[in-house]
């Protein structure tokens, strides 16, 4: 049996530590790529679901009394709450306290949105179209198995939305 030479170990040596660091920025780069790829088909899912209810909602307003039940698919963390901008002093009463500040403000200083998708890392305002509710003239829905409900009614010039019980 043959003794290894310093020069032989100290070599080995080198050869684990660039093993080790090779596979440590592995593990970094992949794991970015993973949380960049999520990110991406969460935008993705929330450009999908807003272009379908847009469209769902200009469709339906003109469809004078029928009515339909619609799912959308939002990302799982995050709230979908829809107002009356028609109904603004009633849902300014109502808020909860300590609810959304950037959605109260935009009510409060009459900001032509009112539909938003928020979380933790997410806040998207967009416009819906002409809509109606009833009491307390908003709604705001937390995705079940990362799907919310809505029932939608024709009203001629507007749409009335009801949440899905």
């Known amino acids: ?17 660039f093993s080790a660091i ?7 780069f992949g794991y970015r790529s993973i949380i960049g790829t ?15 209810i847009i469209s769902d909602i ?11 039940e619609v799912s959308y698919s939002i990302p799982q963390q995050t709230e979908f709450c829809l107002f009356d901008l028609e109904k603004k002093d009633a849902i300014l009463e109502n808020l909860p306290e ?41 709604y705001c829905l937390k995705p079940i198995a990362g799907k919310v409900s809505l029932v939608i009614e024709g009203l001629g010039n507007r749409t009335l939305i009801l949440a899905n019980p």
């Open 22 to 28: 090779i596979i440590a920025l592995i593990l970094i």
């Open 1 to 17: 049996m043959q003794k290894a030479k310093k020069g032989q170990i100290s070599g080995t040596v080198f050869v684990y530590m």
């Open 58 to 68: 200009g469709s339906m307003k003109a469809d004078f009394g029928s009515s339909k």
């Open 98 to 138: 300590g609810f959304n500040v950037l959605i109260t403000d935009s009510i409060r200083n009459n900001i032509r949105k009112n539909a938003f998708v928020w979380g933790n890392e997410i806040f998207e305002p967009f416009y819906i179209g002409e809509i109606e509710m009833r009491e307390p003239y908003f």
């Open 38 to 52: 999520k990110e991406k088909v969460e935008q993705t899912e929330l450009a999908i679901f807003k272009n379908k």
